[in-house]
């Protein structure tokens, strides 16, 4: 395995040892951790946290993030503003889904409540310099109804993004899994290696007993992502948790799409079922093959993430081989919308 070092100023650094953070071991004793967890998450989460590691990011200065840093000052020349939608049809489902740039391929998986118009060109224009991204919406999100599955689980997830590869002919197509995307990248690459090039996986974890949970203060701040009362509009605010100047410029740039359309509440709790059963059910996430992995991977992680510990970046990084890992000081988990050059430059860099 290899730690990718970057020569520029305020460089995503090579993580060595655990991270702040609590780890879930099989024990059903319950703690107030996570205690907390199944109140707000409205289910059975029965697996308790160890002691948590010494904080040893505290006091540290939080480098500037490129807030005001965007492609689409003329919507006109932004090609991710300006490409059309289309619908694939994948074993019965309508995907909805976007296609813009050139060069390699990008597939890009989304995180808990995003549609296609939740991903900020500020980071698609610039990836769309060096490579073709193709963006889409999941299952009863956005544009995309919701399949006929009275539940929603990863691994449906996963089939369902192999069967739009095949019906785009991707080829191979470097998968960027952001946070619930990236459970669906890791599935995805053991359950359809033929369909997968490469892997990005970004502010993303293992799941089940390999999981790191946040902190307890951590956790209760990010309760509202496992609401079912609770909308997207009112989740993805958590992700700019430490920086909430670069959530207004987020949202600035966001509005800049036509026809926006947001996430209603039934797709997110679809997809909030998804991440609770991929974080509790041994059978749904592929810690234990990951070793087996043959393909190159990029991990992504941000040292002040709240929803995805940097701790869960380097167990991933722990069991794939050959993989490369890049942690952002001073970054949360909106890392791609907070520092998007920067991001953008190293997923151009590894998919050269």
């Not at 224009?125 to 399949?147: E, H, K, Q, W, Y």
């Not at 059910?281 to 093959?289: E, Q």
């Given at each position: 395995?290899?730690?990718?070092?970057?020569?520029?100023?305020?460089?995503?650094?090579?993580?060595?040892?655990?991270?702040?953070?609590?780890?879930w071991?099989?024990?059903?004793?319950?703690?107030?951790?996570?205690?907390?967890?199944?109140?707000?998450?409205?289910?059975?989460?029965?697996?308790?946290p160890?002691?948590?590691?010494?904080?040893?990011?505290?006091?540290?200065?939080?480098?500037?993030?490129?807030?005001?840093?965007?492609?689409?000052?003329?919507?006109?020349?932004?090609?991710?503003?300006?490409?059309?939608?289309?619908?694939?049809t994948?074993?019965?489902?309508?995907?909805?889904?976007?296609?813009?740039?050139?060069?390699?391929?990008?597939?890009?998986?989304?995180?808990?409540?995003?549609?296609m118009?939740?991903?900020?060109?500020?980071?698609?224009?610039?990836?769309?310099?060096?490579?073709?991204?193709?963006?889409?919406?999941?299952?009863?999100?956005?544009r995309?109804?919701?399949?006929?599955?009275?539940?929603?689980?990863?691994?449906?997830?996963?089939d369902?993004?192999?069967?739009?590869?095949?019906?785009?002919?991707?080829?191979?197509?470097?998968?960027?899994?952001?946070?619930?995307?990236?459970?669906?990248?890791q599935?995805?690459?053991?359950?359809?290696?033929?369909?997968?090039?490469?892997?990005?996986l970004?502010?993303?974890?293992?799941?089940?007993?390999?999981?790191?949970?946040?902190?307890?203060?951590s956790?209760?701040?990010?309760?509202?992502?496992?609401?079912?009362?609770?909308?997207?509009?009112?989740v993805?605010?958590?992700?700019?948790?430490?920086?909430?100047?670069?959530?207004?410029?987020?949202?600035?740039?966001?509005?800049?799409?036509?026809?926006?359309?947001?996430?209603?509440?039934?797709?997110?709790?679809?997809?909030?079922?998804?991440?609770?059963?991929?974080?509790?059910?041994?059978?749904?996430?592929?810690?234990?093959?990951?070793?087996?992995?043959?393909?190159?991977?990029?991990?992504?992680?941000?040292?002040?993430?709240?929803?995805?510990?940097?701790?869960?970046?380097?167990?991933?990084?722990?069991?794939?081989?050959?993989?490369e890992?890049?942690?952002?000081?001073?970054?949360?988990?909106?890392?791609?919308?907070?520092?998007?050059?920067?991001?953008?430059?190293?997923?151009?860099?590894?998919?050269?």
């Amino acid at each position: 395995m290899s730690v990718l070092h970057l020569p520029q100023p305020t460089p995503a650094t090579p993580v060595r040892g655990p991270l702040p953070g609590r780890r879930w071991s099989g024990s059903r004793r319950r703690t107030p951790a996570l205690a907390v967890m199944a109140a707000l998450a409205t289910s059975m989460l029965s697996i308790a946290p160890s002691a948590a590691n010494a904080d040893t990011t505290a006091g540290q200065p939080v480098p500037a993030t490129d807030i005001a840093s965007t492609t689409a000052d003329d919507v006109g020349q932004s090609p991710s503003l300006t490409a059309p939608t289309h619908v694939v049809t994948v074993a019965g489902l309508a995907i909805a889904y976007r296609s813009f740039g050139h060069g390699p391929t990008l597939l890009l998986t989304p995180c808990l409540g995003f549609s296609m118009d939740d991903w900020d060109p500020a980071l698609l224009d610039r990836l769309a310099t060096t490579n073709r991204v193709v963006i889409f919406d999941s299952d009863g999100v956005g544009r995309t109804p919701a399949s006929s599955s009275a539940i929603l689980t990863v691994p449906q997830l996963s089939d369902q993004v192999a069967g739009l590869i095949r019906a785009l002919h991707l080829n191979r197509p470097t998968v960027v899994g952001y946070s619930l995307g990236g459970f669906v990248a890791q599935r995805m690459a053991v359950d359809h290696p033929d369909a997968v090039g490469a892997l990005i996986l970004m502010g993303t974890g293992p799941g089940g007993s390999q999981q790191v949970l946040p902190d307890l203060p951590s956790l209760v701040r990010g309760g509202p992502a496992f609401d079912p009362l609770v909308p997207a509009d009112q989740v993805i605010p958590l992700y700019f948790s430490g920086h909430p100047d670069a959530l207004g410029a987020w949202r600035q740039r966001t509005a800049l799409r036509p026809n926006r359309v947001g996430m209603n509440l039934t797709g997110l709790n679809r997809q909030r079922a998804a991440m609770t059963d991929w974080l509790i059910n041994p059978t749904t996430n592929v810690v234990s093959s990951l070793p087996t992995l043959q393909l190159p991977t990029l991990i992504l992680g941000a040292e002040n993430d709240e929803q995805e510990p940097a701790a869960n970046s380097t167990v991933l990084h722990h069991y794939i081989n050959g993989s490369e890992l890049l942690i952002y000081p001073g970054l949360g988990h909106a890392f791609p919308f907070e520092a998007p050059e920067r991001v953008a430059e190293d997923i151009a860099r590894f998919t050269r």
